[in-house]
């Protein structure tokens, strides 16, 4: 189990402060799904954001231990933030290449391809086997779903990706060549929800109640907050090069089918969630399950 959230920015925001206000406080609410590691990254090529486009900073405990306030300046500048607070379940917490969000290369290429973040529990063994993904640096399955994805183009390669996945699983990534535009994710079971706020910054969490707190806590105004469905994929923010005036908005969706296996049903998928949000998700369900032998079943 683990913590998602981030955000896409709107240019025609009047205070970029109050979106990092959010983004740091769903950060810190995020503890309650993860506190053996956590971290952040800051992407999107806009003047004044360092780092090649580009900077992750992530590291053991609390994500209250790895913020820092003086990264406050290139969060207001970056026009896609995404965070991640970890529980370790697969791989040591004592390992950074085990934390999110992870850097991971295309097929083919030195460079990163993608940044991204997963929470879930899938059978990393059978993806390897069946789609001959390199060795692995770190001890997680989060790697292995993001080998899979590198470098993935379209809608229906993305999707057909998806339901190659067994398990628990919600995602977010960016991939490097297109840094101002997420890909969202809910396959089995692990919740995630996307926000809209009034000045049209879109947010993503693991928990809709986060948002609500949020708004009690900033001066944000939420406009809305949807609980994605399981088999959902979204693509959201800007199609014009970063630096350009581009509203955000949902550029792709996609549906498809997400297997589950019968012990991934656990309580703790809804970890801090009100009962009320937790009932209502629970009614929602669709996953197929697998049978002993891993075959899919309706």
């Not at 500048?77 to 992870?102: C, D, I, K, L, Y």
Request: proline letters at 6%.
């Amino acid at each position: 189990m683990c913590g998602l959230f981030g955000v896409v920015r709107s240019p025609f925001a009047g205070d970029p402060g109050r979106a990092s206000d959010v983004f740091v406080t769903l950060g810190a609410l995020a503890e309650e799904r993860g506190t053996d590691a956590a971290g952040v990254a800051l992407l999107g090529g806009w003047p004044g954001l360092a780092h090649d486009g580009c900077r992750v900073v992530k590291g053991r405990g609390r994500f209250s231990g790895v913020w820092r306030t003086e990264l406050l300046a290139e969060l207001d500048r970056a026009p896609v933030a995404m965070g991640h607070t970890r529980w370790a379940t697969q791989g040591s917490p004592a390992e950074a290449a085990n934390a999110s969000p992870m850097l991971v290369a295309a097929p083919g290429a030195r460079s990163a391809g993608i940044v991204g973040t997963h929470n879930g529990d899938v059978d990393a063994g059978a993806l390897r086997e069946r789609f001959a993904l390199p060795a692995l640096s770190g001890g997680t399955d989060s790697e292995a779903v993001f080998q899979l994805l590198a470098g993935r183009r379209g809608s229906s390669g993305v999707t057909a990706a998806l339901e190659a996945l067994t398990g628990r699983t919600a995602l977010a990534w960016v991939d490097r060549d297109a840094p101002a535009q997420v890909h969202l994710a809910r396959a089995a079971l692990s919740p995630l929800a996307v926000a809209v706020d009034s000045e049209q910054n879109i947010y993503w969490a693991s928990n809709p109640r986060w948002f609500r707190v949020a708004q009690r806590c900033t001066r944000v105004r939420f406009a809305t907050i949807v609980m994605l469905r399981e088999g959902t994929y979204l693509r959201v923010g800007t199609e014009r090069a970063p630096g350009r005036r581009d509203r955000p908005r949902v550029l792709a969706a996609a549906s498809f089918v997400p297997t589950a296996r019968p012990a991934d049903r656990d309580d703790r998928v809804w970890t801090g969630f009100t009962d009320a949000d937790r009932a209502r998700d629970q009614a929602t369900l669709l996953h197929r399950l697998t049978t002993p032998d891993l075959t899919p079943v309706a």
